[in-house]
């Protein structure tokens, strides 16, 4: 049996980032960006200002787009119908009162310029306590949705229904607010 190298194996799964962001992307769009997990816990994901998609050859097909809501423009979409797939994204994340800010980066999942809640603290220790534990559940919430993208993923039947939709998505374009009127 062929043993992989690590670096084989990152290669091999690399598109599970990008991907992972489009498929966000697509359900944040559908659902109002309202997720729910196992336990019904509501997390709301809105992406904002600015997006970067790319192709498979990322240095040639980049685009990076800056657009106030590009779960609704027209730019981010074409790249899409162009086979560009989400690699980086800044995001809004709202679970149970507490608002996130961070960019996501599809590459390692890494999240960066990350803003947490206010909080008030009486001292210093509590401070820094109160925001690991926010930034650990930041962590949870992202981990807790690529798991859920990862379900889907592997389930053949699933990820055909998945991909059907996203395809349509892709293709008809978004619904802009005037759709609804």
Avoid at 87 to 102: D, K, P, Y
Wanted: aromatic letters at 8%; zero cysteines.
């Amino acid at each position: 049996m062929l043993e992989l190298s690590m670096s084989d194996k990152i290669r091999r799964t690399q598109f599970l980032g990008r991907e992972f962001l489009t498929w966000l992307m697509f359900k944040a769009a559908q659902d109002d960006g309202v997720f729910y997990d196992e336990n019904g816990k509501i997390t709301e994901i809105s992406f904002e200002r600015a997006l970067t998609l790319d192709g498979e050859n990322p240095a040639r097909e980049m685009s990076t787009i800056k657009v106030d809501s590009p779960m609704h423009s027209e730019e981010v979409m074409l790249s899409l119908r162009l086979g560009k797939k989400v690699s980086r994204a800044r995001l809004v994340v709202v679970s149970e009162g507490w608002e996130f800010s961070l960019v996501l980066d599809a590459a390692n999942l890494g999240m960066r310029s990350v803003k947490l809640p206010d909080i008030p603290a009486f001292d210093a220790i509590e401070h820094l306590i109160e925001k690991t534990e926010l930034l650990s559940t930041l962590e949870d919430i992202i981990h807790n949705l690529f798991i859920k993208y990862v379900r889907i993923r592997i389930d053949q039947d699933a990820w055909s229904q998945e991909a059907l939709a996203i395809g349509n998505w892709i293709a008809n374009g978004p619904l802009l607010e005037e759709d609804f009127e």
